[in-house]
């Protein structure tokens, strides 16, 4: 059973926040790059190789005129954590090499696509439950940061955000001072872009304070998004919608559609799922058999009407071969994380790292209504 998971409490610009968050976890980041088998066996032999140094080059060049502050907080990281900056910019390319770039065949495939995610919105419940699933590793190398990033004496973002070792904050679960929660699923379009990394956009994510804000930052006018990806957005201070966001790559600008949630008396009305596929934009692609196993698994369970509910849901196993509570197996290469459970009515986030449908407290829990009225 898990009993720690660090937090970093930090405060500063954006390139000291990242040294900050490099030389805390300093041991996690270099022990994960020298452990992950997604880092050694694609990203990094896809960076090797002209091409790819070519590739990301280009891409680098893109994303410090796009986002300079995060290019920023990611220079700080690496030379906190004594790693060249070019190995965290890789790091922060997953996606985008593992199912676009590189034409090495991964150990890990699309069927190991990871993360769930249950929306409850009732009168009297408003939860949003989100399964983070990747390389088991995580489990014991991520770490939460709660950063408040000042600029010229100027509040410019305030944040909770759990991260990847040596990877943007934004990339999984996570909420922001103005009351947004967010988590963010895994989905493959038809391509991957030659542009801004997903990773710079779920970061830049953290700092909107409504729901166009975010439907703003995720579209990038002018650069759009590499990869496809469904962000969760939940609010804390306008709980009456939850949005099930489906974004997918195209020239110039992300194409999104956006899925409300609305309150509903109606537990079928009032209940939403999201895993790793395409659900409410008409795209077409194969859809990973794992993904559709969890959804249609979900879908067939009580439809939940409480936190518990939606804990039991995240928790379930009942598929053997694929289970929506996810363990390294024969049959699976990936594993469930940690489990946040989003309380929007009472402002609360709970996390869990160890089956949530257990009969167990969670091992961390943040206090969002502090963190919006700061």
């Not at 509903?264 to 794992?290: G, L, Q, W």
């Not at 053997?320 to 009472?346: Q, S």
Request: aromatic share 8%; charged share 20%.
């Amino acid at each position: 059973m898990a009993t720690s998971f660090p937090v970093l409490h930090t405060k500063g610009g954006y390139f000291d926040v990242g040294y900050s968050i490099g030389s805390t976890f300093q041991s996690r980041i270099q022990t994960y790059l020298e452990s992950s088998a997604l880092f050694k066996e694609t990203l990094l032999p896809f960076y090797d190789t002209r091409e790819g140094r070519d590739l990301v080059e280009t891409i680098m060049t893109l994303t410090e005129k796009n986002f300079p502050m995060y290019i920023d907080e990611v220079q700080g990281t690496a030379q906190g954590a004594g790693l060249p900056y070019e190995m965290l910019f890789v790091n922060n390319m997953l996606m985008e090499i593992y199912f676009g770039y590189s034409k090495n065949t991964p150990r890990l495939t699309r069927e190991d696509l990871g993360c769930s995610t249950v929306y409850i919105n009732r009168p009297d419940v408003k939860v949003i439950g989100h399964n983070e699933d990747c390389e088991d590793l995580i489990k014991h190398l991520g770490y939460v940061v709660d950063a408040t990033i000042i600029e010229n004496d100027v509040v410019e973002e305030k944040f909770t955000s759990l991260c990847y070792p040596g990877g943007l904050p934004g990339a999984s679960l996570g909420f922001n001072y103005h009351g947004l929660t967010f988590s963010i699923n895994t989905v493959v379009a038809p391509t991957v872009g030659v542009t801004t990394p997903t990773n710079y956009l779920t970061r830049a994510m953290l700092r909107a304070s409504n729901i166009d804000e975010v439907k703003d930052i995720i579209t990038n006018a002018g650069n759009g998004i590499s990869t496809g990806c469904n962000i969760n957005v939940g609010s804390v201070v306008d709980t009456s919608t939850q949005w099930s966001v489906e974004v997918v790559p195209r020239v110039s600008e992300s194409k999104l559609s956006v899925q409300e949630i609305h309150e509903s008396d109606d537990p079928e009305k009032s209940t939403y799922f999201h895993m790793n596929e395409y659900r409410h934009m008409n795209i077409k692609v194969e859809t990973a058999a794992r993904s559709k196993a969890r959804l249609d698994r979900a879908m067939s369970l009580p439809v939940p009407t409480c936190a518990r509910d939606a804990r039991n849901i995240l928790g379930d196993v009942k598929n053997l071969m694929h289970p929506i509570f996810r363990t390294v197996r024969p049959t699976d290469g990936a594993a469930t994380a940690c489990t946040g459970i989003f309380d929007l009515l009472n402002k609360r986030l709970d996390i869990y790292f160890d089956n949530p449908s257990m009969d167990i407290e969670p091992l961390l829990t943040f206090n969002m209504e502090s963190s919006s009225r700061r």
